[in-house]
């Protein structure tokens, strides 16, 4: 469905600032599957979902999806194909149009022809009944400015607009990492209906070791810019996060020396 192969990406390159933050990196993720990917900073979670979505071209490698290689179709072009939610709840969203009027956005992801503000009544009804599926009370703000909403609720909204369309893959930029712990809970369990509802192609990135093994069907780690692990099925049914460091440390030996991802 969505395969990765090869993928380098250097940043200011000749420079004495170079970073090299894919090395060669492949992956191959199937149709349906909800794919978790964690790693230390740096090891180039965020430039990979970049490539996919179309925000960066690789300097090597290619991206393709569904058969299709995308690797150098930029971004608005992939709109009808990958949808995302970013780690900052302003980014998603535009906090000065209504709640109806960003669903509306959302719903003509991929089309070509220009924004229509208004919303018709049909599209209307069809806001409401999706909203009221969050239990947040927001069908009855249609006309709220996303400004006046929380994190948590913007981020539900968001994850609500990424699946108002369908589209082959979802991405999901570390979407709960601005929230506070019952906050993202929340996020995290509504991400989990919405994706097993519509049965999404979905990659996470996330900080946390303990979600990326409590949620999806696969976990992969980064690791200076290439897939360094790669568990699913049974051996990470049962497996801790403390399985998962020593798996690391066994394949590379080394520690996984990052405090923001260990404690997490």
Excluded: Y
Excluded at 79 to 101: H, K, N
Excluded at 229 to 246: K, P, S
Aim: charged share 20%.
């Amino acid at each position: 469905m969505m395969r990765a192969e090869q993928l380098f990406k250097t940043f200011n390159p000749g420079t004495p600032l170079e970073n090299p933050v894919l090395r060669g990196l492949s992956l191959n993720i199937e149709a349906g599957q909800f794919v978790t990917v964690i790693g230390s900073n740096g090891a180039g979670k965020s430039t990979l979902l970049n490539a996919v979505s179309g925000d960066i071209t690789p300097d090597r490698g290619q991206v393709f999806i569904d058969e299709q290689d995308v690797t150098l179709m930029p971004a608005w072009r992939r709109a009808g194909m990958v949808a995302r939610v970013f780690q900052d709840p302003l980014a998603g969203t535009c906090e000065g149009l209504s709640i109806e009027e960003n669903l509306a956005l959302a719903l003509q992801r991929g089309q070509t022809r220009g924004f229509q503000r208004a919303v018709k009544s049909k599209q209307r009804q069809l806001f409401r009944d999706k909203l009221a599926t969050l239990e947040l009370g927001l069908e009855n703000r249609l006309g709220d400015h996303m400004g006046l909403l929380s994190g948590g609720q913007r981020q539900a909204v968001s994850l609500l607009m990424a699946s108002l369309q369908p589209s082959r893959l979802l991405l999901l930029d570390e979407h709960t990492a601005a929230l506070d712990p019952k906050t993202a809970a929340f996020v995290l369990a509504l991400t989990d209906r919405i994706v097993a509802e519509q049965q999404l192609t979905v990659l996470m990135v996330t900080h946390s070791m303990r979600q990326a093994l409590d949620h999806g069907h696969r976990t992969v780690m980064l690791h200076q810019g290439r897939v360094v692990l790669d568990v699913v099925g049974e051996q990470r049914a049962n497996m801790q996060v403390t399985d998962l460091l020593a798996m690391f440390e066994k394949t590379r030996g080394e520690k996984l020396d990052d405090d923001g991802l260990l404690l997490s």
